[in-house]
């Protein structure tokens, strides 16, 4: 073998195995998250019509695919609006509901859409290719990011629609745990959903006529 050809070899395998030892060294914020996150049962969702406390952007089952990953990332919704009305802010989350894919852990995360999470949690027993939910109380002071995890024989993936509930386009997003890469779902609305007293009522929405 010449001897560049020989060097090059040399330099990528110790270049693998630098990256190699600096992945086992360094744990993820996924990993991190893992060690101290508590595992709640989950339930069927309770029959909250949109629009008076659910903020939904998917239209419903079917899910035209699903996602998973093996990298840890996050799949979930940006939620800012309900049917093209800003959100009350600040509230408080009381449920979220997911359509999942496979049985396994569901991995729900709860973060400000550039920030670390806020709220994380696994979810135990839930039903595959069905909506699922849990129930908790946590304040939200903005628009937020919530979505689960998905990764192959570990978190369950999580059901998408390329098409929207009550024309409020996409929403959908993936990240990691802690925001640093997140990109737009294009075209996707996660079948992820948030219930709690953050939808403005009608009746208190103000109307301007020119």
């Known amino acids: 073998m010449p001897r ?15 990256v190699a030892t600096s992945e086992a060294q360094v744990p993820s914020d996924y990993e991190r998250l893992k060690e101290v996150a508590p595992r709640v049962p989950s339930h069927r969702p309770s029959l909250v019509p949109a629009g008076t406390g659910t903020v939904q952007y998917d239209p419903g089952a079917p899910a035209d695919t699903l996602l998973s990953d093996t990298t840890n990332i ?89 098409a929207s509930y009550n024309a409020q386009g996409f929403h959908g997003r993936q990240r990691n745990a802690n925001g640093s890469a997140s990109n737009s779902l294009q075209g996707l609305n996660v079948m992820f959903r948030a219930t709690g007293n953050l939808v403005i009522p009608v009746e208190l929405l103000e109307f301007e006529v020119d």
Request: glycine share 12%; proline share 7%.
């Open 4 to 18: 560049t050809s020989a060097l090059c070899t040399l330099t990528v395998l110790l270049a693998s195995m630098l």
């Open 74 to 162: 996050f799949f979930g919704n940006i939620f800012d609006t309900q049917s093209g009305n800003p959100l009350d802010f600040p509230g408080t989350l009381t449920q979220v509901s997911w359509y999942q894919g496979s049985l396994a852990l569901a991995a729900v995360l709860l973060a400000p859409p550039g920030g670390p999470s806020s709220y994380f949690v696994f979810a135990t027993g839930g039903a595959p290719l069905t909506f699922n939910a849990l129930t908790f109380s946590h304040v939200v002071n903005g628009s937020f990011f919530g979505g689960m995890a998905a990764v192959p024989g570990l978190i369950a993936s999580v059901g998408a629609r390329s």
